[in-house]
């Protein structure tokens, strides 16, 4: 961001003389002479000044005090008269392109109004605070900028895709409005001519002498007033489309829209993991003369031992091999006999081998 301390300037900002600081031209010896001044320092000179200085690259600006270093392109015209408020103008129009979020963006319109009210008071910073105040400010614009740089250029291009949309209504609403004038021209002509055309039929069919006069001209008005309005009704219709033609860019802008929260799950220690057994069902009772002994004695209850956990680990252990096939994984075995293979994988292959081995007439 540019510069927009003008705490070490010496050149006041509401100078209304219309006199170069560094030539001293005045518009009263030289009409002609044209003023500009520079977007960084706000200082003001002609054009002729600018040109001699600036011409040949960046040059330190040349009124005294003044140490910013300036360029040619920096200088425009001045747009008004005074120069603080062109200034202010400057600095809110770059604050705008970096806090640019749109209301849309909101869900509660307090926090929108809160938003609003952070810009203007580091705008106000900017303007009109001291030096340690414009720093500080400079300093939050600039992060802000560096952590929403996504968004930012998100909400430039959406900007520019809605000006495009309002220029393009506006023309479309010029269009329609033309074709309405073109319209309602062309329906007073036709009335013109219908009625031209109904006199004219009138007295051509009263010079032939044929029928009643007072009945041709009843006829007469009949037919006229059935034609107008079938052309009133073409005409409504024709305006009516080329209304909703040219209502199509029209957009009701607000507030974010408030989504309700999902709706709170219970808790599940398990994140959703079904613990349920696929082969055998554990009964409430079962009838063993160990197991009788065991749940009638109190030396063996008092401690705490249940026989339910007991039937249901044996029963666990019993069918934990069930649904693990030994052949599967032999496909991918390791060659021992080729020299490349590492040692660990042979050893690890041979241990894995002789446990197969030893527990091969184990029936679980």
Known sequence: MRDMDDSNNSFPLTQTDESCPNCRKTRYMNPSIKFLISRVCYHKMCSGCRDRIFAAGPANCPIAGCKHTLRLAQFTPQRFEDVQIEREVDIRRRVAEVFNRREEEFEDLQVWNDYLEMVENLTYELIFGDAKQQAEAKGRLERYKEANGRSIGRNA??????????????????????AHRVAAKKEYDDEVKAKADKEQRIVQQLASGEGDAQGIVNQEERDARKKAGVAKKTALAARADATMNGNDAFVIRGLKKREAPPKEMPYEPFGGLELKREYFTLQDHYSWEWLNKARNDVKISAGGYDTAAYAQRALCDAFSGFGVFVGEGEDEAVDIGSSTADPAIIAASAAGNASHVESKDDVF
């Open 157 to 178: 291009t959406a900007e520019r895709e809605q000006v495009k949309s309002l220029e393009a209504r506006g023309r479309q609403e010029k269009e329609v409005a033309r």
